[in-house]
């Protein structure tokens, strides 16, 4: 039976989420990662992107967390559970470069994920599916340039909450996360559906601990579904662009008015689906 060849994208060479899926979709029997696409850290496009995401304040927390390994800021927690989860499968790559050493797989630098380097790479390797793991905007001809196309997991439930903060933006709404596998498409979290994968908020969480476990959840999801892609990618459910919300990032109000709920001991109640269907199904 012939492999699912797979290239993983990055955003920078310290990406524990990148460095993590390189170790364990490797490690699927029915799959061969060929190749890691990386983006270049230090450019002043990834500047303006942080800063417009976050503000100067953040921008530089999230620059010193991503880049730097700094635990002096409010955005460490954020790595906590990622950290236990690369300890708990003895995954000991500090880069992902390192890991791909490790692993015999392929690297490619580029300045965007987009390039024609990129490109050539994908088409070198004879790739058939991409998993995201960040790196930036994917345009139409990277989209394209596989048999399957690219992969991604959201951090909230699609179709509804699509956009930014959507972890955030759910237990807003009263609604338990989930992590959805799609495939991406030209528009925002609008490709079609692989499997949504819900998982629990425990007492004590706030929002940085929240996000950092999502994000384990995004790879151990997107391990489950590469693990059997054939299967999940036959099953998968189109999305109508009238289903759903773009979110963008949250305040820092509501997110303290969400760190004072979950402080008090408050837990989200409503599935993704009773969410829909008290709401919206008249």
Same mark, same amino acid.
């Not at 530089?60 to 906590?80: C, H, M, P, T």
């Not at 940085?208 to 999502?214: D, F, N, T």
């Given at each position: 039976? &012939?492999?699912?060849?797979? #290239?993983?994208?990055?955003?920078?060479?310290?990406?524990?989420?990148?460095?993590?899926?390189?170790?364990? *979709?490797?490690?699927?029997?029915?799959?061969?990662?060929?190749?890691?696409?990386?983006?270049?850290?230090?450019?002043?496009?990834?500047?303006?992107?942080?800063? +417009?995401?976050?503000?100067?304040?953040? #921008?530089?927390? &999230?620059? =010193?967390?991503?880049?730097?390994?700094? !635990?002096?800021? =409010?955005? #460490?927690?954020?790595?906590?559970?990622?950290?236990?989860?690369?300890?708990?499968?003895?995954?000991?790559?500090?880069?992902?470069?390192?890991?791909?050493?490790?692993?015999?797989? !392929?690297? !490619?630098? %580029?300045? $965007? @994920?987009?390039?024609?380097?990129?490109?050539?790479?994908?088409?070198?390797?004879?790739?058939?599916?991409?998993?995201?793991?960040?790196?930036?905007?994917?345009?139409?001809?990277?989209?394209? $340039?596989?048999?399957?196309?690219?992969?991604?997991?959201?951090?909230?439930?699609?179709?509804?909450? =699509?956009?930014?903060?959507? @972890?955030?933006? $759910?237990?807003?709404?009263?609604?338990?996360?989930?992590?959805? %596998?799609?495939? *991406?498409?030209?528009? *925002?979290?609008?490709?079609?559906?692989?499997?949504?994968?819900?998982?629990?908020?425990?007492?004590?969480?706030?929002?940085?601990?929240?996000?950092?476990?999502?994000?384990?959840?995004?790879?151990?999801?997107?391990?489950?579904?590469?693990?059997?892609?054939?299967?999940?990618?036959?099953?998968?459910? !189109?999305?109508?662009?009238?289903?759903?919300?773009?979110?963008?990032?949250?305040?820092?109000?509501? &997110?303290?008015?969400?760190?004072?709920?979950?402080?008090?001991?408050?837990?989200?109640?409503? $599935?993704?689906?009773?969410?829909?269907? +008290?709401?919206?199904?008249?």
């Amino acid at each position: 039976m &012939k492999k699912l060849r797979v #290239a993983i994208t990055s955003g920078y060479n310290a990406s524990k989420h990148a460095i993590a899926l390189l170790h364990e *979709i490797n490690s699927l029997p029915q799959v061969e990662v060929v190749l890691l696409i990386q983006v270049k850290t230090f450019t002043f496009k990834r500047l303006k992107q942080l800063i +417009r995401m976050y503000g100067w304040r953040d #921008a530089w927390g &999230k620059f =010193r967390n991503i880049f730097l390994s700094s !635990k002096q800021n =409010r955005f #460490a927690d954020e790595i906590v559970a990622m950290n236990n989860f690369l300890n708990e499968r003895k995954i000991g790559s500090t880069t992902t470069l390192q890991a791909c050493q490790k692993l015999n797989v !392929k690297v !490619k630098r %580029v300045q $965007s @994920l987009n390039d024609e380097d990129s490109l050539n790479s994908i088409k070198q390797n004879k790739v058939d599916l991409i998993v995201y793991a960040g790196g930036g905007i994917l345009r139409d001809n990277l989209i394209r $340039s596989t048999r399957y196309g690219v992969l991604n997991a959201h951090s909230g439930p699609l179709p509804f909450f =699509r956009g930014m903060n959507c @972890l955030e933006w $759910s237990l807003f709404y009263n609604v338990k996360p989930e992590v959805t %596998v799609h495939l *991406i498409d030209s528009g *925002i979290d609008t490709g079609p559906i692989l499997k949504r994968f819900p998982w629990e908020v425990s007492p004590g969480d706030t929002i940085s601990l929240l996000r950092g476990k999502s994000v384990v959840k995004e790879v151990v999801s997107l391990v489950e579904v590469v693990s059997n892609f054939e299967h999940f990618n036959k099953s998968r459910q !189109k999305q109508e662009t009238a289903q759903g919300v773009q979110f963008f990032t949250m305040h820092p109000f509501l &997110k303290e008015k969400i760190n004072e709920r979950l402080r008090r001991g408050w837990l989200p109640g409503l $599935s993704y689906n009773e969410f829909t269907q +008290r709401d919206f199904q008249k």
